[in-house]
């Protein structure tokens, strides 16, 4: 059976990689910006969000024969709040002095259609707790890691220098990069797409 990753991540797809997972990458034919504006607006809490874009981009691209890997991820701080991907460079700064001191969670979401129907779905948490920020280091953050961190919710990635970023993590480094790895490679090995 044939494996889709709805997704052009390039971290989902190395980790997808590294895991000696087989399959070939897709872009989801949702438009994410208006579908989450929706979600937001009925309602749904940043990990319902989460979950139900997974599912739209997973079956964006089901048909017969395939196995359709869709994803998402929301960052949830305060009392609900969450933060989007930066739209600029001082969106970036933005967004990371408000994170700045606080814990937030990110809610990774993962759901698997076949033949139109969600099969599978997983949705993974963690608590990241950032340390006070300077002005001054996070302006040097976002001049060496701006190109990789603009698609990412929040403006950062706990890869490389990102680290430097936070004081305390709760929760899979997978769940952190977007995609609940374990969980999945599990399911996978239960349809017999990977060794048992």
């Given at each position: 059976m044939k494996l889709i990753l709805a997704s052009q991540s390039l971290t989902r797809r190395h980790m997808l990689r590294s895991a000696g997972v087989l399959f070939e990458a897709a872009t989801a034919l949702v438009d994410e910006r208006r579908e989450k504006e929706a979600l937001q607006n009925d309602g749904l809490a940043a990990h319902a969000i989460a979950k139900s874009l997974a599912e739209m981009k997973a079956l964006s691209l089901s048909e017969k024969g395939t196995l359709v890997i869709g994803c998402d991820q929301t960052l949830e701080y305060g009392d609900g709040f969450m933060l989007d991907k930066p739209r600029s460079e001082r969106d970036a700064f933005d967004q990371l002095k408000t994170l700045s001191g606080r814990s937030h969670f990110l809610h990774s979401a993962l759901a698997i259609a076949e033949n139109g129907k969600i099969a599978w779905r997983q949705v993974d948490s963690a608590r990241l707790t950032m340390r006070e920020l300077s002005d001054r280091f996070i302006k040097n953050y976002l001049e060496l890691e701006y190109e990789?961190?603009?698609h990412c919710v929040g403006g950062y990635q706990i890869e490389g220098r990102g680290a430097q970023l936070f004081d305390w993590i709760e929760g899979s480094h997978f769940a952190i990069q977007g995609l609940p790895l374990l969980p999945l490679?599990?399911?996978?090995?239960?349809?017999?797409l990977l060794l048992a």
């Open positions: 990789q961190i603009r490679l599990k399911y996978l090995r239960e349809r017999g």
